[in-house]
């Protein structure tokens, strides 16, 4: 029996929690199966792969939430952990979005006209800005983590899955790709500017305070579950409209808070009685 046997027992739970600590990574390896899947999709060049590989960006979004509220709540969390997690999101959020972007964004061009082989260039350079803004928005956050004094509320620039959230989320809701070269540099401009906001320190809501395992309201609730119905038969708006105006909260909430400060610092300045 395995009171007789301490030693054993000690084993075997020493065994089961090296195998609890694997969950995590399960979830980590599942994330980098899905962006090396996006980019085999986006090579083929259909629009149903194209939408193939936006979807499986969007679940490798889910994989990565998962493995770290997993690890956090099993006391998983490691440094291999975070590393290997990091690197995972280099190829889902980086270098598949980016391949993303530049084959759908400019499916329609030929390098045999002058004009557009100048955009197929700028598209080449965007997208590799892209991946680099996003490995070193990963190797800051490993630094530094969220913003300090903030209770874990806000990430210090978009975070990655964010970024590759409005990509996956455009070519999702329009699924066909671009054939347009204006459309195409009008895309590119888009890329660039969520590589831009991935490094600023803009404010992001990081949605690591909501508390899933307490009691909520029934109206959030009742809301949580109509989003989710809207989400399943109208993913293409929902998801569009989700992830644009996740996007704009950063700049937004700059504004916000430059315009409050400016306002504060008048009415300090201004002599009292007048």
């Known amino acids: 029996m395995s009171d007789g046997h301490p ?39 259909t629009s149903q792969d194209f939408d193939n590989a936006a979807k499986a960006i969007g679940l490798a979004i889910l994989f990565d939430s998962l493995d770290g509220r997993v690890a956090r709540l099993i006391g998983g969390d490691s440094e291999f952990g975070k590393q290997f997690d990091s690197l995972a999101d280099v190829i889902s959020f980086g270098v598949a979005p980016a391949i993303l972007a530049f084959v759908w964004g400019l499916h329609g061009l030929s390098e045999n006209d002058g004009l557009a082989k100048h955009v197929l260039l700028m598209g080449w350079i965007v997208t590799l800005g892209y991946v680099l803004c996003t490995a070193w928005r990963l190797a800051r956050f490993n630094i530094q983590g969220m913003l300090p004094g903030t209770n874990n509320r806000y990430f210090v620039g978009m975070p990655t899955p964010g970024a590759a959230a409005m990509i ?21 401009l888009l890329v660039a500017v969520l590589a831009v906001l991935m490094v600023s320190k803009l404010r992001f809501y990081g949605f690591k305070d909501l508390k899933w395992n307490v009691r909520q309201p029934p109206l959030l609730v009742v809301l949580l579950a109509l989003l989710f119905v809207l989400g399943y038969f109208y993913s293409e708006q929902v998801l569009l409209t989700a992830t644009t105006a996740y996007t704009l909260s950063g700049p937004v909430h700059w504004l916000y808070r430059a315009v409050h400060l400016r306002a504060s610092a008048r009415s300090l300045e201004t002599p009292a009685g007048r």
């Open 168 to 188: 996956a989320a455009m070519v999702h809701a329009k699924k066909f790709p671009l054939d347009d070269m204006r459309l195409g540099a009008a895309w590119l």
């Open 7 to 45: 030693s054993a027992t000690h084993r075997t739970g020493s065994r089961f929690r090296r195998g609890v600590y694997l969950l995590p990574s399960l979830f980590t390896v599942g994330n980098l199966l899905c962006g090396y899947y996006a980019v085999l999709m986006t090579l083929r060049g």
